[in-house]
């Protein structure tokens, strides 16, 4: 155990001296009223459709639940690859987001179609244990096929000041995701303050990750429209420096399709055309996807449908 | 993954910080997904195809007519009464009578519920006076929907309150109404500036005769029909539209007690010559030509944000307009390229789509003035920055736009362009920026963006401004007070203060 331990610290070592990125001061007041004005956009008709359609192909549809069973997981990648059974032209989604033990079910149902398979991991959600078990569920998990890795941070030692510790953790993540993506998940609601989530967003993007993500979705509040705001500039001026396009993704919270767009809205204006893309920008949701196919068939047909004729999963 | 172990952001301190070619990687902002137009409906909006004066609570004809028309299309909308020097005679006996028989008379109590009437009707008709608000004035609707008609609603909401508790607003002092108030208003928030005007005039106890720009009559006289409807006593409002030849004729009119004008330093100092050696009390809220003044350790996104709003707001037909940009210069290249790229998002055209950001421009003249100053930046040698954007064919536009390498004796740092055109200098120290700031004739608004709480008191105060905002800009109360120092003007509008204008106020 301790042998393990002192390895990993010797290898973030060989990087050179880690230290933590400076980071900028966020404005609470300025940065809520930005993104509750850019709520205020009017997205209407085709602009409404084709953004509802890039939401649904944004979208790691997610189940994250101890019931998880496999036959619940490939009832979501039928729903993953054809969310709407008549029309084509909607979906697939990004991916599909599970626990490891249900990647090779994922795997199995998604093969050869596109769709990534994400997998949380690192003792997902707290995060609260061992660096080399956390370690070794981001191995297994890519191990059974997992192409995105959904990993969080350690809130504790990012709220006691404890950054380096933050960061050689996300440095060894993504030295054990190999090939696959690390999504660094912040849990916003848990950090306290913007100028908190911005530092950890500015951590996360020097240690390696592909993209920063908000929440668990298993604490409350997970996304907000201000706090993506704020990691969405984190990323623009981590673009600035380095040239380098980190993704986002805001995740937990996110249920209604307006919601949805308000998000795109606050990419297209923050980043610009380059994010607006599966590759740059994912939403987790479990139950938005219903409601965004809900509005997409009410632009089709000019009438709102009952739930009941959409799939639950 | 190869570790960056580059600063942040490379410190680039060249002699002349170059806007045009901003070093680094740049944002595209395209059409991967654009907005359809999202046009506010304006078929709900019945306007009449010529207005006569409001006077003595009657429609009354005037001898001649002019048009106001939409600067988004130059389409005629109505046509307005020219009142001439007889009308405003007849409007000014008109709230002379009303003053002396009906309105100082009434229990202080009594005016204030005619007041909040006032303002509850101003609520019921937002849409309708939103809408008008921007086809007159080419303001976007986003903005005379969110901010013009709600703050004036809550300008008569606020003084209505006081109406009853004068006593209370001077203690121990005696408060009594002037008389008839003249008040001559201009173009840049037409409705608003009326509500600015009237509403502490009446909770005060005086009755009025209000002049509205004439590029902009519309929602003045919307709020003459919002006064008929209340059944507000005949000539305690009197709206008198016209050019500069009424205005003149009501301010040096001798049966005008006191004057208030909000508009141009030039015709405010003309007002103060004509009623030198008269009575007459006068306040002027003039022009203005504010410092924003942004410092390194800001939250520098939404010190963006904020200077985007003081300049853009509105097209930057803002007397309190953050014009003036003052800089750290250590962060200068990085808060212009964060500006730049926030820029090319800002949507320019028609001023009833829900999503323009920015408006057309009010008049004609207006739009030769501002390219006239804007073509003596460039042969000042100041470098000009435009947004790219396709503008309309008809109608009066100009693209938002930014100057770098200004200095303080080029003209665009020293005159008003009253439009959407910041001009860009850099400071060193805190002293420096105060020096730089304090360095107009004029003083009428101030931003400072700072993380540091003392640093932000500390120069407020030192500020020759009548209003300071802190980490923010262009916000409006009817509690607070707004005014300026030296050529911006004297008296303050809003608050408790901008009671006093309005009183004889004894011991």
């Given at each position: 155990?301790?042998?393990?331990?002192?390895?990993?610290?010797?290898?973030?070592?060989?990087?050179g001296p880690h230290i933590?990125?400076?980071?900028s001061?966020?404005?609470?007041?300025?940065?809520?009223?930005r993104?509750?004005?850019?709520?205020?956009?009017?997205?209407?008709?085709?602009?409404?459709?084709a953004?509802?359609?890039?939401?649904?192909?944004?979208?790691?549809?997610?189940?994250?639940?101890?019931?998880?069973?496999?036959?619940?997981?490939?009832s979501?990648?039928?729903?993953?690859?054809?969310?709407?059974?008549h029309?084509a032209?909607?979906?697939?989604?990004?991916?599909?987001?599970?626990?490891?033990?249900?990647?090779?079910?994922a795997v199995d149902?998604?093969?050869?179609?596109?769709?990534?398979?994400?997998?949380?991991a690192t003792?997902?959600?707290?995060?609260l244990?061992?660096?080399?078990?956390?370690?070794?569920?981001?191995?297994?998990?890519?191990?059974f096929?997992?192409?995105?890795?959904?990993?969080?941070?350690?809130?504790?030692?990012?709220l006691?000041?404890?950054?380096a510790?933050?960061?050689?953790?996300?440095?060894?993540?993504k030295?054990?995701?190999?090939?696959?993506?690390?999504?660094?998940?912040?849990?916003t609601?848990?950090?306290?303050?913007?100028?908190v989530?911005?530092?950890?967003?500015?951590i996360a993007?020097a240690?390696?990750a592909?993209f920063?993500?908000?929440?668990?979705g298993?604490?409350?509040?997970?996304?907000t429209?201000?706090?993506?705001?704020?990691?969405?500039?984190?990323i623009?001026?981590?673009?600035?420096?380095?040239?380098?396009?980190?993704?986002m993704?805001?995740a937990?919270?996110?249920?209604?399709a307006?919601q949805?767009?308000?998000?795109?809205?606050l990419?297209?204006?923050?980043?610009?055309?380059?994010?607006?893309?599966?590759?740059?920008?994912?939403?987790?949701?479990s139950?938005?996807?219903?409601?965004?196919?809900m509005q997409?068939?009410k632009?089709?047909t000019?009438?709102?449908?009952g739930?009941?004729?959409f799939?639950?999963? | 993954?190869t570790?960056q172990?580059?600063?942040?952001?490379?410190?680039q301190?060249?002699?002349?910080?170059d806007?045009?070619?901003?070093?680094?990687p740049?944002?595209?902002?395209?059409?991967?997904?654009?907005?359809?137009?999202?046009p506010?409906?304006r078929?709900?909006?019945?306007?009449?195809?010529?207005y006569?004066?409001?006077?003595?609570?009657?429609?009354?004809?005037a001898?001649k007519?002019?048009?106001?028309?939409s600067?988004?299309?130059?389409?005629?909308l109505?046509e307005?009464?020219e009142?001439?020097?007889?009308?405003?005679?007849?409007?000014?006996?008109a709230?002379?009578?009303a003053?002396?028989r009906?309105?100082?008379?009434?229990?202080?109590g009594?005016?204030?519920?005619y007041?909040?009437r006032?303002?509850?009707?101003?609520?019921?008709?937002?849409r309708?006076l939103?809408?008008?608000?921007?086809?007159?004035?080419?303001?976007?609707?986003?903005?005379?929907r969110?901010?013009?008609?709600?703050i004036s609603a809550?300008?008569?909401?606020?003084?209505?309150?006081?109406?009853?508790?004068l006593a209370?607003?001077f203690?121990?002092?005696?408060?009594?109404?002037?008389?008839v108030?003249?008040?001559?208003?201009?173009?840049?928030?037409p409705?608003l500036?009326?509500?600015?005007?009237?509403?502490?005039?009446?909770?005060?106890?005086?009755?009025?005769?209000?002049?509205?720009?004439e590029?902009?009559?519309?929602?003045?006289?919307?709020?003459?029909?919002?006064?008929?409807?209340?059944?507000?006593?005949p000539?305690?409002?009197?709206?008198?539209?016209?050019?500069?030849?009424t205005?003149?004729?009501?301010?040096?009119?001798?049966?005008?007690?006191?004057?208030?004008f909000?508009?141009?330093?030039a015709?405010?100092k003309?007002?103060?010559?004509?009623?030198?050696?008269?009575?007459?009390?006068?306040?002027?809220e003039?022009?203005?030509?504010?410092?924003n003044?942004?410092?390194?350790?800001?939250?520098?996104?939404?010190?963006?944000?904020?200077?985007?709003?003081?300049?853009?707001?509105?097209?930057g037909?803002?007397?309190?307009?953050?014009?003036?940009?003052l800089?750290?210069?250590?962060?200068?290249?990085?808060?212009?390229k964060?500006?730049?790229?926030r820029?090319?998002?800002?949507?320019v055209?028609?001023?009833?789509?829900?999503?323009?950001?920015?408006?057309?421009i009010?008049?004609?003249?207006?739009?030769?003035?501002?390219?006239?100053?804007?073509?003596?930046?460039?042969?000042?040698?100041?470098?000009?920055?435009?947004?790219?954007?396709a503008?309309?064919?008809?109608?009066?536009?100009?693209?938002p736009?930014?100057?770098?390498g200004?200095?303080l004796?080029?003209?665009i740092a020293?005159?008003?362009?009253?439009?959407?055109?910041?001009?860009?200098?850099t400071?060193?120290?805190?002293?420096?920026?105060?020096?730089?700031?304090?360095?107009?004739?004029?003083?009428?608004?101030?931003?400072i963006?700072?993380?540091?709480?003392?640093k932000?008191?500390?120069?407020?105060?030192?500020?020759?401004?009548?209003?300071?905002?802190?980490?923010t800009y262009?916000?409006?109360?009817?509690?607070s007070?707004?005014?300026?120092?030296?050529?911006?003007?004297?008296?303050?509008?809003g608050g408790?203060?901008?009671?006093?204008?309005?009183?004889?106020?004894?011991g």
């Open positions: 155990m301790s042998n393990l331990v002192a390895s990993a610290a010797g290898r973030v070592a060989d990087r933590p990125p400076r980071t001061p966020v404005d609470q007041i300025y940065v809520e009223e993104a509750a004005a850019l709520g205020k956009r009017s997205i209407k008709k085709a602009t409404k459709v953004g509802l359609k890039l939401a649904v192909r944004m979208m790691d549809l997610t189940t994250l639940e101890g019931k998880d069973t496999p036959g619940k997981v490939r979501l990648c039928a729903k993953a690859l054809r969310p709407l059974e029309d032209s909607v979906g697939p989604v990004g991916a599909v987001c599970v626990y490891p033990n249900m990647v090779p079910v149902c998604l093969r050869g179609s596109g769709v990534h398979v994400a997998s949380v003792a997902f959600p707290s995060g244990s061992p660096l080399p078990i956390k370690l070794d569920d981001v191995r297994r998990a890519v191990g096929g997992a192409d995105e890795i959904d990993m969080v941070i350690d809130r504790g030692a990012m006691s000041g404890e950054y510790k933050v960061y050689d953790e996300i440095v060894q993540t030295e054990a995701c190999g090939q696959a993506h690390l999504k660094v998940i912040l849990e609601g848990e950090l306290g303050s913007y100028d989530v911005r530092h950890a967003s500015d993007m240690a390696g592909d920063i993500k908000t929440s668990t298993k604490v409350t509040p997970a996304a429209p201000p706090v993506t705001l704020v990691m969405l500039e984190a623009r001026d981590h673009y600035y420096a380095t040239g380098k396009r980190i993704g993704k805001p937990g919270g996110i249920r209604t307006k949805a767009l308000h998000y795109l809205v990419v297209k204006e923050t980043l610009g055309d380059a994010w607006l893309t599966p590759e740059l920008f994912r939403f987790g949701a139950t938005l996807l219903n409601d965004v196919l997409l068939e632009e089709r000019q009438a709102y449908q739930a009941d004729y799939s639950k999963e | 993954m570790m172990k580059t600063p942040r952001t490379k410190a301190i060249t002699p002349r910080p806007a045009a070619r901003p070093a680094g740049a944002l595209e902002f395209g059409d991967a997904w654009t907005y359809a137009p999202a506010e409906a078929d709900h909006v019945k306007l009449k195809s010529r006569d004066l409001f006077v003595d609570g009657r429609w009354q004809p001898k007519y002019f048009p106001t028309i600067p988004s299309t130059e389409e005629k109505a307005v009464a009142a001439s020097p007889e009308d405003v005679d007849r409007a000014v006996s709230a002379r009578r003053y002396e009906v309105w100082s008379k009434m229990k202080p009594e005016r204030g519920k007041i909040y006032i303002a509850r009707r101003i609520q019921e008709k937002s309708e939103a809408v008008v608000e921007s086809l007159d004035g080419g303001k976007p609707i986003k903005e005379s969110d901010v013009d008609v709600p809550a300008h008569f909401f606020y003084y209505a309150g006081w109406a009853d508790k209370y607003a203690p121990g002092a005696g408060a009594r109404p002037l008389g108030a003249g008040q001559v208003i201009p173009w840049n928030f409705l500036m009326a509500a600015w005007k009237i509403a502490p005039a009446l909770a005060c106890g005086n009755t009025v005769v209000l002049k509205p720009a590029t902009t009559p519309l929602t003045a006289l919307l709020l003459a029909q919002i006064c008929e409807e209340i059944d507000l006593p000539g305690v409002v009197n709206i008198v539209t016209g050019a500069g030849a205005g003149s004729a009501l301010v040096s009119h001798p049966g005008v007690d006191k004057v208030a909000t508009g141009s330093t015709v405010g003309r007002i103060q010559q004509a009623l030198a050696g008269t009575s007459k009390r006068l306040t002027l003039l022009g203005g030509k504010a410092a003044i942004v410092f390194a350790d800001a939250a520098l996104d939404q010190a963006v944000e904020g200077i985007i709003s003081g300049i853009f707001f509105n097209q037909h803002v007397c309190c307009a953050g014009s003036r940009l800089v750290e210069e250590s962060v200068h290249d990085l808060v212009v964060k500006l730049r790229d820029m090319m998002t800002l949507r055209g028609d001023p009833l789509d829900k999503n323009t950001d920015v408006g057309a009010n008049s004609r003249m207006q739009l030769d003035k501002i390219k006239e100053l804007v073509a003596a930046g460039e042969r000042e040698g100041a470098e000009r920055f435009s947004t790219p954007c503008l309309p064919q008809k109608g009066f536009w100009f693209s736009t930014i100057f770098t200004v200095t004796s080029h003209r020293r005159e008003e362009s009253f439009g959407p055109v910041l001009s860009i200098l400071f060193r120290t805190p002293e420096e920026a105060i020096e730089k700031a304090n360095n107009t004739f004029y003083g009428l608004s101030a931003g963006w700072t993380d540091k709480g003392a932000l008191f500390w120069l407020a105060s030192r500020l020759k401004a009548g209003v300071v905002w802190g980490n262009n916000k409006f109360d009817p509690t007070p707004f005014g300026g120092y030296k050529e911006s003007g004297f008296g303050r509008e408790r203060a901008g009671l006093a204008p309005y009183l004889e106020i004894d």
